[in-house]
């Protein structure tokens, strides 16, 4: 018999739409996906030539639990040189991407019963790292008028003696809402009245912002460091997905314990893809600044495009490569055969069915009036995708 905890596991809910569009793709039709969550550029030459080197020189052993000490004092050298952030190498666990981070911070903090407030939209996989775990997630919904960021008073209203934890992404999947420095410092400001919540920042997208620096809670908190835990990684910034390699910078007994659970369940990531690692963070960025400018031109295509479809409105996002419209004028209505869009994971299959267009539904992300398009395509599909978006939703009565 199955586990409770692997019964009580939601699978992606993301996966039902990218399911199908592989099914209708294998079987001939033309299918555009919007619905990917990694660049569609290839890892920089020199990063690939470290991994190379380190094959060849028979780098290929397990190494320290928490990565190399090379790996680590170049993960803090980066948070010096790009955030202004003063840690020291024993602060640092590297692991097998930012979500293996996330997961073992929640499931060192949280205890049965405890509760994490989750800021939503947000990313599927933090209410069920909570569940597992065995957290109480508390969703607070943001809006599409405030650009989908958590506001001081909703973070107030959502905190109770319960409240261990507040996960915070920005820029965001999946709406790519950049919180500012002032945003969180007015969160920051709530915060310090409630010294019993960490601070989960997953700061994954950095290196993808459009407008001014990143800027993360440590920046304008650094009073919080005791119960911030930052997490962040290679995968989006460098295009290093299949690499599998992200990390956590936290306090010392955070750190000890998240690698703890760690040593037993997966050891440290691959030597090779530390090696990788040590590369993009010691060399140039130039590729990084050519991918983020792609995204740019992109995202200014969409939004322009989707703020010109008749009941469609989307905010500007500040970073990562997503945009998320509001589509709640489109829910509610009629199909062509009579049949009324429920939801907008009903909006997202009718896009793909009829239209070939695969987007995923706000739904899975707890905003049920979204939908979320990735820009991690070419400008071709984009245009494709676009024009068959607007013929889909003209065709709604
Ligand atoms: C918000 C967010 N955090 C973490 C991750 C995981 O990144 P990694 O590939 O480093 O595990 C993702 C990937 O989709 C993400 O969108």
Known sequence: MISQRAQN?????????????????????????????????????????????AIEDGFHGYTMNPG??????????????????????????????????????????????????????????????????????????????????????????AITPKTKALILCSPSNPTGAQYSAEELKALAEVLRKHPQVYVISDEIYEYIVFEGEHVGILNVAPDLKDRVVLINGFSKGFAMTGWRLGYLAAPN??????????????????????KAGEAAYKGSLADVIAMREQFKKRRDYLVDTLNSIEGVSCFTPGGAFYVFPDV??????????GSTIQSSTDLCLYLLDEFGLALVPGDAFGEPNGVRLSYAASMDDLEEAMKRFKEGLGSLG
């Open 253 to 274: 007994e955070i750190v000890s314990a998240v690698s703890k659970i760690q040593s037993q369940e997966t050891s440290a990531p691959s030597s090779i893809s530390q």
């Open 9 to 53: 596991l939601q699978p992606s809910a993301t996966l039902k739409v990218t399911g199908r569009a592989k099914e209708l793709k294998r079987q001939g039709k033309s299918i555009i996906s919007l619905s990917a969550g990694e660049p569609d550029f290839k890892t920089p030459k020199h990063i690939c030539n470290a991994a190379i080197k």
């Open 328 to 337: 709640s004028h489109y829910i509610g209505s009629k199909k062509p055969d």
């Open 68 to 157: 190399t000490p090379e790996l680590r004092e170049a993960i803090c050298a980066k948070l010096k040189r790009d955030n202004d952030l003063d840690f020291d190498p024993s602060q640092i666990l590297c692991s097998n991407g930012a979500k293996q981070s996330v997961g073992f911070s929640i499931l060192s903090l949280i205890d049965p019963g405890d509760e994490v407030i989750i800021p939503a939209p947000y990313w599927v996989s933090y209410p069920e790292m909570v569940r597992l775990a065995e957290g109480e997630s508390v969703t607070v919904r943001t809006s599409f008028e405030n650009n989908f960021k958590l506001t001081p008073e909703q973070l107030e209203d």
